[in-house]
């Protein structure tokens, strides 16, 4: 198996046990690795009954064929689990911990049970061993690092996760690359790691994938690799920061809790990547094989954040921590990122979860008595700083917001559900839909929630002949933007799986992508056969979800993200998500209630889907052409 290392590791943390299986080349060219090969594991290790927190939930842990290569932007892996959130959880994560674990002779890692005590799990060549880590238990995801490399190797890469996965909290992240910090984030996927009793994983290998065409590889890669670095000059200078600015005038960037279409111009500057440039940049960092170098090292030696030093904060953390509180520190934002990292947390959920509990304070549903004193009026960046700290302690209204703000809203009631901003119980990442409209129908669709990884917005903004667009559409236009979503889950979700970034998505077309693909592995797929994989993965999925119970009802747009701005760069366009939903369920051959009809399962091979359906009440399987 060219690309692959053939092998699967499982952990029984329960029982002790550890064990390898082969990895089924059949499988492989069914759904090729990550996200999407996590979708068909996943779906055959629990069931509905599966409890996010229960032994019998599997936390996987895969990488792709691209991952070991020399293929630019390739170092990433996913974490697929059933997440707190009750719904498919998955998180898409760089660095150098997916690289290692290949190195280390291994595709992937499924983990099920629990440890009576905490532990971590290394990994090389030779051994695999579980750890005792009560000594680590209570360590932030910096500290941890560091004992662990002491501990195992030098050069190890460690997966971990910090006291917020620890104690349960639903937005809780799993860390790797010590202070270059890199999450697998989004729905909670640490909490599930945490309720394993399971603090990190760390993995060393030197072993490398087979590759089945070098030569054609190795030129294929240096035609690639020229495009990327010129066309991501920007990214490199300033980070995705740097895109704070040119989001803010085409209003994509969220205002006070996704209340306003404009701020204050001079305010927008001071929190941008260009403000970090000049002031608190100490230096650059990519992850593995990665040309560009977006990652920002920051250090602040002075006023009242002193003693920031290391990953500085990208666009989402920006955003989170920034326009969506009303604050213009990009200081204050730093730290507030590096306690996120350190404390294990998601930061465009505490961001949220910040910005929710401000717009409670200012309408007088909570008070100083419900949050410990701290005064969250907008624009406090020590009340920023303190709420994560008790977002990261689960201390006081602290334990309330760690569960995100849809079960917040719930326990704070009196409408306070009007301005909880979620898909799926999951906070949207920093895209307004009022900007770009193809979210308010990709926000609603993606199976673990609100998630711009799932369907960026690139064609709205690029051309892709090879998938039947030779002109970017129109932002603001609701027509198609159903189909075309629905077509970028398909070919995002490959990159999930190839295990590529999709900042190059752009930079590399489709063609090249394929190319990458049969080089590597020897397969000769053609672009509709590839995009048949992609296409498969986004059902099996969406089949996850249905088998819990989600369908239409759940593919719900928050009513703030529809209302239309007066001014700023999205003023006078609201999205019709109805429009586009139903547009969407047409082009994928769902049922108008949004479930998968057997006909097209069994199109893509899904045969044990289709079968599920037979149950099923016939009322969600009424077809368009039915209703018509």
């Known amino acids: ?92 994560v760089g660095g150098s911990w997916g690289v290692y674990l290949k190195r280390a002779g291994y595709d992937g890692i499924i983990i099920k049970g629990k440890s009576k005590n905490p532990v971590y799990l290394w990994i090389t060549e030779e051994e695999v061993l579980i750890r005792d880590a009560n000594h680590l238990w209570g360590k932030d995801t910096y500290e941890l690092d560091e004992i662990i490399k002491k501990e195992t190797h030098k050069n190890a890469v460690i997966s971990s996760i910090g006291p917020a996965g620890e104690k349960l909290s639903r937005i809780a992240n799993i860390f790797s690359n010590g202070k270059h910090a890199r999450a697998a984030g989004r729905g909670g996927l640490g909490a599930v790691m945490g309720s394993k009793n399971l603090k990190a994983i760390a993995v060393y290998g030197t072993k490398k994938p087979e590759i089945a065409h070098p030569d054609k590889l190795k030129a294929l890669i240096k035609e690639v690799v020229k495009k990327i670095i010129e066309s991501k000059k920007g990214l490199r200078e300033h980070g995705t920061a740097g895109g704070v600015i040119s989001k803010y005038k085409v209003g994509d960037l969220p205002i006070k809790n ?56 990208e666009y989402e953390a920006c955003g989170s921590l920034g326009s969506l509180c009303l604050i213009d520190d990009l200081n204050a934002i730093a730290m507030g990122n590096e306690l996120c990292n350190r404390y294990g947390i998601d930061c465009i959920s505490a961001g949220a979860a910040v910005a929710f509990a401000m717009e409670a304070y200012e309408k007088g549903l909570i008070d100083e008595n419900n949050t410990d004193g701290i005064d969250l009026q907008w624009g406090n960046a020590q009340a920023m700083i303190e709420m994560i700290h008790k977002i990261g302690k689960r201390e006081g209204i602290g334990k309330l917001l760690g569960e995100g703000v849809k079960i917040a809203a719930q326990k704070i009631g009196r409408n306070s559900n009007d301005f909880a901003i979620e898909v799926k119980g999951l906070e949207p990442p920093m895209h307004d839909p009022r900007a770009f409209g193809s979210f308010a129908v990709a926000y609603p669709t993606y199976p673990r929630g609100a998630c711009h990884r799932g369907c960026n917005h690139y064609l709205e903004r690029n051309a892709f002949p090879e998938l039947g667009y030779n002109e970017a559409l129109d932002p603001r236009e609701d027509k198609g933007k159903g189909i075309a979503v629905a077509i970028m889950q398909d070919y995002a979700g490959l990159f999930n799986s190839l295990k ?59 009513d703030r993200m529809k209302e239309k701005f007066t001014e700023g760069g999205a003023a006078n366009y609201s999205p ?51 209703k018509e």
């Open 576 to 626: 019709d998500p109805d429009k586009m939903l139903e547009e969407y369920y047409r082009h994928r051959k769902w049922s108008k209630e949004g479930v998968p009809l057997p006909l097209k399962l069994k199109e893509l091979g899904l045969d044990k889907e289709a079968e599920m359906m037979e149950g099923l009440d016939p009322t969600m399987l009424e077809s368009f052409e039915e």
């Open 258 to 313: 996704w209340s306003m279409g404009k701020w204050d111009d001079q305010k927008i500057e001071k929190i941008s990547g260009q403000t970090m440039t000049n002031t608190i940049l100490t230096g650059r960092y990519a992850c593995s094989s990665c040309v560009i170098a977006g990652g920002r090292v920051v250090k602040i030696t002075d006023g009242p954040f002193a003693g920031v030093d290391g990953a500085g904060p």
């Open 500 to 558: 590529l970034c999709q900042i190059i998505a752009s930079s590399m077309n489709p063609t090249q992508v394929l190319e990458s693909l049969n080089y590597v592995t020897g397969w000769d797929l053609d672009f509709k056969e590839l995009m048949l994989i992609g296409e498969r993965a986004q059902n099996v999925k969406r089949m996850y979800n249905v088998r819990l119970g989600l369908t239409k009802k759940d593919d719900i747009l928050p």
């Open 1 to 92: 198996m060219k690309g692959y290392m053939g092998k699967i590791l499982r952990v029984d943390l329960t029982n002790k046990e550890i064990t390898k299986q082969d990895l089924s080349e059949d499988l492989t060219k069914q759904y090729i690795g990550g996200s999407g090969l996590g979708a068909r594991l996943l779906f055959d290790e629990t069931d509905e009954r599966t409890d996010s927190f229960g032994e019998d939930n599997a936390l996987i842990f895969l990488t792709g064929p691209l991952v070991g290569t020399s293929i630019p932007c390739s170092g990433r892996h996913a974490v697929i689990t059933k997440s707190p959130l009750g719904i498919w959880g998955e998180g898409d």
